[in-house]
């Protein structure tokens, strides 16, 4: 059936068709990501080593006064907590996933694609990948510093390309070559081209920080567009390289 986005990434759609223009200039960008996606799942599978609720206007509700002899009464309306889900998630996901990261089996790259975006911002993407349990994890980051360093600090999910700080949220992007996965997303291979399930990442923080000795640690508080929760620490080095043009 019809895809359906949520009202913020319908609206954002409209940003996007500036943004696609500039994409078109930079086609061979677009390609590389794509050979780089595909050579990492490959090498993932063969284990190859060296990411106020809304008032219904037609019915709304009567506002009850409050009673103040009663404590308990609130005081003032309460907001909701968490994101509001699409009603058809891309998630293949059935439940939660704890990401379990082996130190010996876990390969980390931390790719810098410049200004890509063409937003001031330097974006980067990060590829983490367990050979023995066969699930990659791509973070999408942007961030002010243009030093080629692994960008640290906590990145929150978004759809804006234009926040420092964010992380930007799994979608399916079309283009001229048809549609593919964009941005952050989840995968459990099967086969070298067949996932077993994927899963946008689509709220939730990463925390990237710098040890003494040269590695990361990077805390992982993500949700897919189901409400399934992906949570785990990775200790260790991130690989970097450069496809800054």
Known sequence: GERVYP????????QDFELGFKRILTEHKAIMRKLSYLLLALMLLIGCTPEKPSTDENNPEQEQPQDPNNP??????????GP?????PLSQLTGDVELVWDPAN???YADCYGDYYDTGLYCWSIYFMEFNSKIMLTLELMTTSQELEVPTGVFKATIDPYQD?????GRIIEDMD??????SWFTQLETATTPAATAPIYYGTTEIVTNPDGTF??????MDDAGNNLDGVYDGEMIIEDFRI
Do not use: H
């Not at 308990?72 to 907590?81: A, K, L, S, T």
């Not at 700080?165 to 949220?169: A, E, K, N, S, V």
């Not at 048809?178 to 941005?183: D, L, Q, R, V």
């Open 7 to 14: 009202l913020s990434c319908r609206l954002r759609l409209l």
């Open 72 to 81: 308990e009464d609130p005081q003032e309306p309460q907001e909701p907590e």
């Open 84 to 88: 509001e889900f699409p009603d058809n």
């Open 106 to 108: 876990t390969l980390v």
């Open 165 to 169: 700080g964010g992380m930007l949220i």
């Open 178 to 183: 048809g549609e593919f996965a964009a941005y």
């Open 217 to 222: 640690t990077a805390t992982l508080d993500l």
